[in-house]
């Protein structure tokens, strides 16, 4: 029991006296504030002016009879909390032992509340008998709430003693379930209501998520739970739980806030407007340092805040023990240790014991792994005891291919976003990538971003994996893409990196975030190629963004876009981070009208590239720049390069770095030697076959057939030629037998033979004899080949466009078929989504484009060649 | 006071924005479009798929303003969208016979 801040005055008050006092002091207390700023000083001297008034008050209003004897004025809720904010209604509690006293003396009741009034206080007074508490009242849980935090202000004690010893603690665990669904209830309809999230532009600060009544509802869960073990009041005895050192900070900067909201506006309004906000940042409401804030800083400070207290509320009410159990819930509730770790699952919550270790930094790490993959939670405890533990975690910090493994998995998990926030919330992210402690919670403060940098990033991953289960058409249309990014585990981590320069104000950010992804990619020990991925991402993220606001529709536009993307994996990469980005800059940032625009430039653009690659040529004599960055790193044969590069398409040297081309160049100078290079490089989960000759007939269907000969599965590959005849051939492709894994000697023999093929020197027949066939066995794809002419997209070329059913030795077919009718590949572009091949090639045939009849005598051989029942190597 | 509706291209919106502020209008409603005049839509293949546009993307803007405005900003407007090619849009104008300013109930011009 709180005892009286002070003696009950012995002479009598007027009504017009006490008016006059709390006039006086109320302006004394904005005085205060406005030299102080301290808001927890204020609420509190609120408080006790309202105990004094209410003390001397009691006496008018019970016309002289004692009030001790009547009844107990309480003070419930915030008041009975002593957070009496200066526009906040006075919640006060008239407990009378009967019914039949409370009856009997409603009058003084109404008295105390006219004469309350009177005074300038807005009383919000309820009266009620002992026996009316000991219940819960349906539909009114919050009346019991504010009972948790009664107060004896005036009159009879015993009264007050009786509802705090003995009335509550047998209501709350008689009542449990319905008291604790009912709280749960009423806290997830009204976290509903503010869109479940704290980001809010102009948030109300008591009542929006992570605001003060979460605050408060933290504290009446602590209550519960603590009468609930220990059978009485907090405080009553010595095992009361101290608050935690986040929440009290927090609850100062509402506090301060609140009272600063309530100056300002002269009532009860707590909506932080973004003038508000202004002058609070300039006053810094809350902050530590005096002077003038950034609205966008303070905004940050509030957000900072609002997110301990809301996670720390959201997992309290996921953890509220229940009653009674359904089979299901007594399964889950099950302790199972998660193997390798500390931890253990219990109530599909991740929890630790006390006790437990914790000193091995890489089984927490793994922890997060797992909550990516599956989407458990941390219990309070876990996230504490692994906050604990930092200093010790610091020391043992991971780097290079351990840290990536780590960041991979849970990148790739369909919880990433979930597991990130969790990682950010105890600092554990900032510990792996310290580059992102300059957006935690930063605020790009406009009209239309809803989200802080940090938590936007989590909702683009999120808008990834979310791809996983398309429901619109359009959201149908960006998963195709997806199943189709060769490394999304570099595409999400350029997006998690994507936007730390905004951090860095007054500056380009894709740039700054450029400069701080290169810090971790060195951490990391990726590969150049690694580098380049993510890189060019982070630095073109907004490019398509910008191509939107012109004329999608224009060849031009579409032109210079896809100049400046280059490959259709980064396209495709391009696309599907615009689309994760606009979607999580708020909940309806991405209309259906930007999504179709943003599918209409993809399509374009694919179709643009696809259809371009021989007309923009290269040559030595318009672009001498690249001409030189090449020659730069040749050492030898130099006069050699120019006949090399002229009239190598633009799109290889767009998708090939300088020094990939240097090596093909290299490569090239000995064909006259060896006939043909071939250059052989494992990649994650694919090979990489880069050959460069001269070129033949049935060059490409050779090497094509001896790679499925081999058992090898093309995923992807371009054949590329220069004006001098020397192609440079990539092939994409899977191991099926995992031939070349379990025996890395056959390498080399691979390479032989692959070179043998393509310069002649070795028969393919023998080899497509001695191979196994129909490897892949049927395919699982239902669906007509088709074929597609385009004689208008290029000037030199007719472009063939076939989408068939993939099978093993289908490249060789077509590639066979084109062949027998003279057709001679100038470049191809092979792919495949699924199990769909689509794969375009120019043709020509003897130098000119294929004229009608030609197209359709060779239809006839496509088609032949992309019947399954031809599904052979031969 | 009269009201103007003007279909633009949505590349010519940050132009035509700058351009109504310039002369002198306040505030400005935006909504995104889709649809076609005599500029019919067009059909791109993609993967074997057909994409048929036949409903282009266009920005529509809502602008009330007295009535001494409306030629300075149906001339911003046409100065600011125009490209001489077919797709640049319409503008359409017609009376408005009141405006109320929710806030404060104020009537009128004044309201705009």
């Known amino acids: ?874 | 006071m009269q009201k103007i509706e003007a279909i633009i291209q949505p590349s010519k919106l940050d132009a035509v924005k700058d351009a109504v502020l310039e002369a002198g209008v306040d505030g400005i409603t935006i909504l995104e479009a889709r649809g076609h005049g005599r500029q019919k839509g067009h059909t791109e293949f993609y993967r074997g798929r057909e994409y048929t546009v036949d409903l282009l993307p266009k920005i529509k803007l809502e602008i009330v303003v007295g009535d001494e405005l409306v030629d300075k900003v149906v001339d911003a407007i046409v100065g600011a969208a125009r490209t001489g090619k077919i797709g640049d849009g319409k503008i359409f104008i017609s009376p408005i016979a009141e405006a109320i300013r929710i806030r404060n109930d104020e009537r009128g011009p004044t309201a705009l």
């Open chain 1, 1 to 874: 029991m709180h005892p009286p801040s002070e003696s009950s005055p012995s002479s009598p008050a007027s009504i017009d006296d006490l008016r006059a006092l709390y006039a006086k002091e109320s302006i004394a207390l904005e005085q205060s504030f406005a030299r102080t700023s301290d808001g927890v000083a204020a609420i509190r001297r609120r408080s006790t002016l309202v105990d004094t008034l209410v003390r001397r008050m009691l006496p008018l209003a019970s016309h002289g009879k004692d009030a001790a004897e009547l009844m107990a004025a309480i003070a419930v809720g915030g008041y009975g909390r002593k957070e009496l904010f200066p526009y906040s209604d006075v919640d006060i509690l008239y407990l009378f032992a009967t019914p039949a006293a409370e009856e009997a003396h409603k009058q003084v009741v109404r008295n105390a509340n006219q004469i309350m009034w009177d005074i300038g206080l807005r009383a919000s007074p309820v009266s009620r008998a002992v026996k009316e508490c000991e219940r819960l009242q349906t539909g009114n849980v919050e009346f019991t709430l504010s009972l948790l935090d009664a107060r004896f202000v005036a009159g009879n004690e015993a009264l007050a003693r009786q509802l705090q010893s003995q009335v509550l603690p047998a209501l709350i665990p008689r009542e449990w379930t319905r008291l604790t669904e009912d709280v749960a209830e009423l806290a997830r309809s009204r976290h509903k209501k503010y869109g479940d999230t704290i980001f809010q532009l102009e948030p109300n600060i008591k009542e929006s998520p992570g605001g003060l009544r979460d605050h408060n509802l933290a504290h009446w869960l602590q209550t519960f739970l603590h009468i609930r073990e220990h059978g009485g009041m907090p405080g009553s005895n010595a095992a009361a739980t101290p608050p935690r050192e986040d929440a009290e900070a927090a609850f100062e900067f509402i506090a301060d806030a609140r009272c600063f909201l309530h100056f300002r506006n002269k009532r009860d309004d707590n909506v932080l407007s973004w003038n508000a906000q202004d002058e609070a940042a300039a006053q810094s409401i809350g902050l530590e340092t005096a002077g003038t804030a950034d609205p966008a800083y303070w905004m940050r400070t509030y957000y900072r805040h609002a997110r301990a207290v809301y996670r720390r509320v959201t997992l309290m009410l996921d953890a509220l023990p229940a009653t009674r159990l359904s089979f299901y819930k007594t399964i889950r509730r099950r302790r199972s240790p998660i193997p390798g770790t500390d931890f253990f699952l219990e109530d599909g919550r991740i929890d630790v014991d006390d006790n437990a270790p914790l000193s091995d930094a890489d089984s927490i790490l793994r922890l997060f792994c797992i909550i990516a993959v599956q989407g458990h939670s941390l219990s309070q405890r876990a996230e504490d005891r692994i906050a604990e533990v930092f200093p010790m975690l610091d020391l043992h910090m991971p780097e290079g291919p351990f840290l990536w493994n780590v960041l991979r998995e849970i990148l790739l998990g369909p919880h990433a976003a979930h597991a990130l926030r969790s990682m950010h919330a105890i600092g554990i992210l900032e510990m792996l990538i310290p580059e992102f402690h300059g957006i935690d919670a930063l605020v790009v403060r406009d009209s239309y971003h809803r989200y802080t940098v940090d938590e936007h990033t989590f909702v683009a991953i999120h808008n990834i994996h979310l791809l996983r289960q398309p429901s619109s058409e359009w959201e149908h249309r960006f998963a195709s893409l997806v199943k189709d990014v060769d490394r999304l585990d570099l595409f999400l981590l350029a997006i998690l990196m994507h936007d730390t320069g905004k951090a860095r104000r007054n500056a380009d950010h894709t740039l700054q975030s450029v400069e701080l992804a290169d810090g971790l990619l060195a951490r990391l020990d990726f590969d150049p190629e690694e580098r380049q991925t993510v890189r060019r991402l982070i630095r073109n993220h907004l490019e398509m963004s910008s191509t939107l606001r012109r004329d999608i529709f224009d060849p031009e536009t579409v032109r210079s876009f896809a100049e400046k993307t280059g490959s259709q994996m980064y396209l495709r990469m391009l696309t599907l981070m615009t689309y994760a980005d606009i979607k999580a800059v708020h909940p309806d940032a991405l209309t259906p009208w930007k999504a179709e625009n943003l599918w209409q430039l993809y399509i374009a653009t694919s179709n643009y590239m696809d259809r371009s690659v021989d007309e923009e040529r290269f040559h030595v004599k318009s672009d001498a720049a690249l001409h030189r960055s090449i020659a730069s790193l040749v050492s030898k044969q130099n006069d050699r390069l120019a006949n090399f590069l002229d009239g190598l398409p633009q799109r290889y040297l767009q998708t090939r770095r300088p020094d990939m081309i240097r090596d093909h160049f290299e490569m090239s100078l000995g064909i006259v030697e060896h006939g043909a290079r071939v250059v052989l490089r494992p990649m994650r989960q694919l090979y990489e076959l880069t050959l460069v000759t001269q070129d033949r007939p049935k060059l490409f269907a050779d090497v094509a057939g001896a790679l499925s000969a081999w058992g090898m599965n093309i995923i992807k590959a371009d054949a590329f030629s220069n004006d001098a005849g020397t192609v440079v051939d990539t092939f994409l492709f899977t191991d099926i037998y995992k031939t070349l894994e379990l025996n890395p000697t056959e390498m080399e023999r691979f390479q032989k033979s692959i070179e043998g093929i393509a310069s002649l020197r070795t028969a393919i027949e023998p080899l497509l004899r001695s191979r196994r066939q129909g490897a892949n066995g049927a395919n699982k794809v239902k669906m007509e080949p088709r074929i597609e002419y385009d004689n208008e997209s290029s000037t030199h070329s007719t472009l063939l466009q076939i989408m068939a059913p993939d099978a093993p030795g289908l490249l060789r077919r077509l590639a066979l078929a084109f062949a027998e009718n003279d057709c001679n590949i100038k470049v191809a572009l092979i792919d495949t989504e699924g199990e769909v091949a689509v794969d375009v090639f120019y043709l020509d045939r003897n130098g000119e484009k294929l004229d009608g009849e030609m197209q359709h005598l060779l239809a006839g051989s496509v088609y032949e060649a992309m019947d399954p029942a031809f599904s052979t190597l031969a």
